[in-house]
């Protein structure tokens, strides 16, 4: 019996293992496309309440994004998962990220840290 609820412990275990290169991976995208001007590419890899929150009215996400000029980022220098969440730490950014049946998304970009409270964001749903 211990032996089965070992086997089933490790399964489980294994199943559920953080997904950290997807979500990095796909904060690199987003990142990447902002610094090649390519807010279009940038704003598909937004999740949709995000994209669609980030415009002003009469104004795209795109045209949104372009005007914010967040960071371009850097490399990736740390990633931490909780279930579909993640945060993914850049050399000069901070993005928060949710797992949707299509892959990562990003909810928050150009985050920074506030003393004793939680990030502010440029961009966020």
Do not use: N
């Not at 399964?11 to 990095?24: M, Y």
């Amino acid at each position: 019996m211990r032996l089965l609820a070992g086997v089933l412990l490790t399964a489980l275990a294994a199943g559920c293992a953080a997904d950290t290169a997807g979500a990095a991976r796909a904060a690199e995208r987003f990142t990447a496309a902002l610094a090649a001007g390519q807010a279009e590419v940038a704003c598909g890899l937004l999740a949709r309440k995000t994209a669609e929150k980030l415009p002003g009215p009469g104004q795209s996400c795109a045209a949104a994004l372009r005007e914010l000029r967040l960071r371009a980022g850097g490399p990736v220098t740390e990633v931490s998962v909780w279930g579909d969440e993640a945060q993914v730490r850049l050399e000069d950014d901070t993005l928060f990220l949710r797992h949707f049946g299509d892959g990562w998304r990003v909810v928050a970009a150009g985050c920074v840290p506030v003393r004793d409270l939680p990030y502010e964001c440029e961009v966020e749903s």
